[in-house]
C-alpha cells in the first residue's frame, strides 16, 4: 500500500480500467478516487465507454466519471484491466503517463510499472481492500458500497466457484462499515425494465442446447434493440438468465455488434475453464466468466466453442 500510495501528492492522477466498466471495474477505481479525496488528493476517474453505462450501476457515484482528461499523467491506476488494449480510447493516455499501477486479478497483465495482482481473488474490490485494511485506511459507507458491489457482481452473488471464506469475511466487514448491499442488490439484480423482460423471453426461446458438451447457447442481434426499445448496455443480465437452464455446464450468449461482429459472453459452472476459451478468441477474463469478440458467425463460433470444451473433457 505505502508503493500504491507513494509520492502521489502533487501530481496528476487518473484513475480508470477497462472499456465499457463493470460493477468490480467501476467498484474498485471509484473506492479508490474516494480514498484519495478524503486524503486531499483530487483525481480524474474516466473510462472509455462507448454508449452508456447500464443504470442498474447509478447507485455507485458515477458522477465522478469525466470525460474531461489531459493528454498526460504523472500517476495513472488501472482497475480490473490486464491488457492495455482494454482500455480502449484510453490507451494511448495511460501508456504514455510517466508510471502506471495495475490493480487486479486476471492472470499476468501484460502491462503496468507496478503491480498489484492476486489471479486468484474472487474481484478486483477484494485486492484492493486488502491493501486499504494494511495501513488501516478510513472506509466510510460509499466506499464500502463500491467495494461491495464488484465483490457482489464477481462472484455472481456469491455464487461462482471463486466465492470463498475470504469472500464472505469482507463482505461482513464492509457490512460494518456501512455497505448498502440492499441497495446494491435491488438495484442489480432485483429490477428489470418491462422491455429487458420481453428481450429475455426472446433469447430464452432462441436457447440452444449442446448436451455432448453440457452447453447452452442463446443470441441477441442488433434489430433486437430497436425492436424492443431497450440499450445494449441494459442487456449484460440476459447471460445469467440462459446460465440457468439444468445440467447446463456452460453458458454463451453472443451480442451482435454494429458492425456485424459479436461479443460473447462465457460462464462455467464448476469442470470447464472458460477463461482458457476465451483467450483462443484474444479476449480473458476467469475461470468462471469470461468474455471476447469474434468476427465469426454465431455458428460457427458455437463449434469452435464446443470443441475447445471437448478439449477439457
Known sequence: MNNLLSEIKDKSVLITGHINPDGDALGSALAFALLLKKQGIASDV???IKNALPTNLNHLPIEFITENIKEKYDKVYVFDCGNSSRLGSLENVVLSS??????DHHINPTFGDLQIIDSKAASTT???FREFKKLNL???????????TGLITDTGRFQYSNTNSEVFQMASELMNYGANLTLISENIYG??????????????????????????????????YERFNI?????DFLIDTIRLVKNSEVALLLKEQEDKSF?????SRKRIDVQK??????????????????????ESCTTEIRNEIKQQL
Not at 440452444?208 to 433486437?224: A, G, I, P, R, T
Not at 440499450?231 to 442487456?235: K, M, R, V, Y
Not at 461479443?263 to 460462464?267: A, I, P, V, W
Not at 484474444?282 to 469470461?290: D, E, I, T, W
Request: hydrophobic residues 40%; negative net charge.
Open 277 to 298: 476459451i476465451a483467450s483462443t478468441f484474444g479476449g480473458g477474463g476467469h475461470k468462471a466468466a469470461s468474455g471476447f469478440s469474434t468476427n465469426l458467425d454465431i
Open 126 to 128: 477484494q485486492v484492493l
Open 46 to 48: 474516466s473510462f472509455d
Open 191 to 224: 429490477t428489470l425494465d418491462l422491455n429487458a423482460m420481453k428481450l429475455q423471453s426472446e433469447v430464452v426461446n432462441r436457447i440452444n442446447v449442446f448436451e455432448s458438451e453440457n452447453l447452452v447457447v442463446s443470441f441477441v442481434l442488433q434489430s433486437d
Open 98 to 103: 510517466n508510471h502506471v499501477t495495475v490493480v
Open 138 to 148: 478510513d472506509i466510510d459507507s460509499t466506499i464500502a458500497t463500491c467495494l461491495m
Open 263 to 267: 461479443k460473447g459472453s462465457l460462464r
Open 231 to 235: 440499450p445494449a448496455e441494459e442487456t
